[in-house]
Protein backbone atom coordinates (compact mmCIF):
# COMPACT_ATOMS: atom_id res chain seq x y z
CA UNK A 1 0.00 0.00 0.00
CA UNK A 2 3.01 2.15 0.51
CA UNK A 3 3.94 1.74 -2.86
CA UNK A 4 0.68 2.39 -4.45
CA UNK A 5 0.28 5.88 -1.91
CA UNK A 6 3.84 7.19 -3.68
CA UNK A 7 2.78 6.48 -6.91
CA UNK A 8 -0.22 8.23 -6.24
CA UNK A 9 1.82 11.71 -4.60
CA UNK A 10 4.29 11.47 -7.77
CA UNK A 11 1.22 11.36 -10.04
CA UNK A 12 -0.30 14.44 -8.31
CA UNK A 13 2.79 16.34 -8.97
CA UNK A 14 3.28 15.76 -12.80
CA UNK A 15 -0.10 18.31 -12.51
CA UNK A 16 1.56 21.45 -13.35
CA UNK A 17 2.95 19.62 -16.55
CA UNK A 18 -0.39 20.11 -17.73
CA UNK A 19 -0.70 23.78 -17.56
CA UNK A 20 1.93 24.04 -20.01
CA UNK A 21 -0.72 26.40 -22.42
CA UNK A 22 2.14 25.08 -25.02
CA UNK A 23 0.56 21.32 -24.55
CA UNK A 24 -0.88 19.81 -27.33
CA UNK A 25 -4.44 18.18 -27.04
CA UNK A 26 -4.21 19.34 -23.32
CA UNK A 27 -7.59 18.32 -22.71
CA UNK A 28 -7.21 14.87 -24.09
CA UNK A 29 -4.22 14.75 -21.47
CA UNK A 30 -5.97 15.81 -18.43
CA UNK A 31 -9.15 13.57 -19.19
CA UNK A 32 -6.28 10.34 -19.34
CA UNK A 33 -4.30 11.94 -16.02
CA UNK A 34 -7.97 12.37 -14.64
CA UNK A 35 -8.80 8.69 -15.25
CA UNK A 36 -5.15 7.36 -13.80
CA UNK A 37 -5.35 9.32 -10.83
CA UNK A 38 -8.78 7.75 -10.04
CA UNK A 39 -7.48 4.52 -10.75
CA UNK A 40 -4.46 5.73 -8.35
CA UNK A 41 -6.95 6.26 -5.76
CA UNK A 42 -8.90 3.38 -6.05
CA UNK A 43 -5.68 1.55 -5.22
CA UNK A 44 -4.66 3.19 -2.56
CA UNK A 45 -8.25 2.66 -0.75
CA UNK A 46 -9.20 6.38 -1.46
CA UNK A 47 -12.41 6.05 -3.31
CA UNK A 48 -14.02 9.11 -2.08
CA UNK A 49 -11.11 10.66 -4.25
CA UNK A 50 -11.48 8.58 -6.92
CA UNK A 51 -15.37 8.93 -7.21
CA UNK A 52 -14.27 13.05 -7.54
CA UNK A 53 -11.70 12.78 -10.00
CA UNK A 54 -13.97 10.49 -12.09
CA UNK A 55 -16.80 12.75 -11.85
CA UNK A 56 -15.13 15.85 -13.02
CA UNK A 57 -13.49 13.72 -16.35
CA UNK A 58 -16.79 12.40 -16.94
CA UNK A 59 -18.54 15.68 -17.06
CA UNK A 60 -16.00 17.35 -18.93
CA UNK A 61 -15.54 14.58 -21.88
CA UNK A 62 -19.18 14.41 -21.73
CA UNK A 63 -19.41 18.61 -22.30
CA UNK A 64 -16.52 17.51 -24.88
CA UNK A 65 -18.91 14.82 -26.92
CA UNK A 66 -15.05 12.25 -25.90
CA UNK A 67 -17.18 9.11 -25.55
CA UNK A 68 -14.09 7.10 -24.71
CA UNK A 69 -12.92 8.86 -21.75
CA UNK A 70 -16.84 9.97 -20.68
CA UNK A 71 -17.62 6.05 -20.83
CA UNK A 72 -14.04 4.95 -18.67
CA UNK A 73 -14.47 7.75 -16.74
CA UNK A 74 -18.75 6.48 -15.31
CA UNK A 75 -17.44 3.23 -15.06
CA UNK A 76 -14.92 4.23 -12.72
CA UNK A 77 -16.73 6.23 -10.87
CA UNK A 78 -19.48 3.43 -10.42
CA UNK A 79 -16.28 1.49 -9.12
CA UNK A 80 -15.84 4.15 -6.39
CA UNK A 81 -19.31 4.11 -5.52
CA UNK A 82 -20.00 0.67 -4.71
CA UNK A 83 -16.56 1.08 -2.99
CA UNK A 84 -17.88 3.45 -1.15
CA UNK A 85 -20.78 1.36 -0.58
CA UNK A 86 -23.49 3.61 -2.27
CA UNK A 87 -25.96 1.96 -4.96
CA UNK A 88 -24.97 2.09 -8.59
CA UNK A 89 -27.29 2.45 -11.35
CA UNK A 90 -27.17 -1.37 -13.29
CA UNK A 91 -29.11 -0.16 -16.18
CA UNK A 92 -26.47 2.72 -16.86
CA UNK A 93 -23.75 0.57 -16.14
CA UNK A 94 -24.70 -1.86 -18.20
CA UNK A 95 -24.77 0.41 -20.76
CA UNK A 96 -21.59 2.09 -20.74
CA UNK A 97 -20.08 -1.58 -20.37
CA UNK A 98 -21.85 -2.41 -23.50
CA UNK A 99 -20.15 0.50 -24.96
CA UNK A 100 -16.82 -0.02 -23.54
CA UNK A 101 -15.50 -2.17 -26.52
CA UNK A 102 -16.27 -0.12 -29.26
CA UNK A 103 -14.31 2.67 -27.14
CA UNK A 104 -11.26 1.21 -25.44
CA UNK A 105 -11.46 -2.19 -27.45
CA UNK A 106 -7.61 -2.82 -26.15
CA UNK A 107 -8.38 -2.48 -22.70
CA UNK A 108 -12.12 -3.35 -22.09
CA UNK A 109 -11.22 -6.32 -21.23
CA UNK A 110 -9.59 -5.43 -17.64
CA UNK A 111 -11.40 -2.43 -17.34
CA UNK A 112 -14.84 -4.31 -17.60
CA UNK A 113 -13.53 -7.13 -15.32
CA UNK A 114 -12.72 -4.35 -12.49
CA UNK A 115 -16.04 -3.19 -13.02
CA UNK A 116 -17.55 -6.71 -11.75
CA UNK A 117 -14.85 -6.72 -9.26
CA UNK A 118 -15.79 -3.80 -7.69
CA UNK A 119 -19.68 -3.74 -8.24
CA UNK A 120 -20.53 -7.29 -8.23
CA UNK A 121 -22.16 -7.01 -11.59
CA UNK A 122 -21.86 -10.25 -13.28
CA UNK A 123 -22.29 -8.32 -16.71
CA UNK A 124 -18.89 -6.84 -16.34
CA UNK A 125 -16.98 -10.15 -16.04
CA UNK A 126 -19.12 -10.77 -19.24
CA UNK A 127 -18.07 -8.11 -21.04
CA UNK A 128 -14.75 -8.55 -20.38
CA UNK A 129 -14.52 -12.18 -21.22
CA UNK A 130 -15.82 -10.87 -24.76
CA UNK A 131 -13.56 -8.17 -24.98
CA UNK A 132 -11.03 -10.81 -24.09
CA UNK A 133 -11.89 -13.14 -26.59
CA UNK A 134 -12.19 -10.10 -29.45
CA UNK A 135 -8.30 -8.87 -28.60
CA UNK A 136 -7.09 -12.63 -28.30
CA UNK A 137 -7.66 -12.82 -32.11
CA UNK A 138 -5.61 -9.80 -32.89
CA UNK A 139 -2.93 -10.52 -30.63
CA UNK A 140 -0.51 -12.12 -32.89
CA UNK A 141 3.03 -13.10 -31.31
CA UNK A 142 1.63 -11.64 -28.22
CA UNK A 143 -0.86 -14.52 -27.94
CA UNK A 144 0.77 -16.36 -25.06
CA UNK A 145 1.48 -13.38 -23.25
CA UNK A 146 -2.31 -11.92 -23.58
CA UNK A 147 -3.83 -15.18 -22.72
CA UNK A 148 -1.46 -15.64 -19.51
CA UNK A 149 -2.46 -11.88 -18.44
CA UNK A 150 -6.36 -12.46 -19.07
CA UNK A 151 -6.02 -15.66 -17.39
CA UNK A 152 -5.20 -13.74 -14.10
CA UNK A 153 -7.63 -11.74 -14.28
CA UNK A 154 -10.91 -13.36 -15.37
CA UNK A 155 -11.11 -16.25 -13.00
Not at 24 to 36: A, D, K, V
Not at 99 to 117: F, H, K, S
Not at 129 to 148: C, I, P, T, W, Y
Amino acid sequence: MVQVAAAVEVFEATTPLLADPALSNRWRCEQRSGILAARLHLLAGGAGDALTRAGEVADLAAARGDVRYATIARLMHARAQARMGGAVDEQQVHAHLERLPEVAAIEAWWLAADVAVDTGLQHGLTVARSAAVQLRKHAGVHRVDFERAAAGVLT
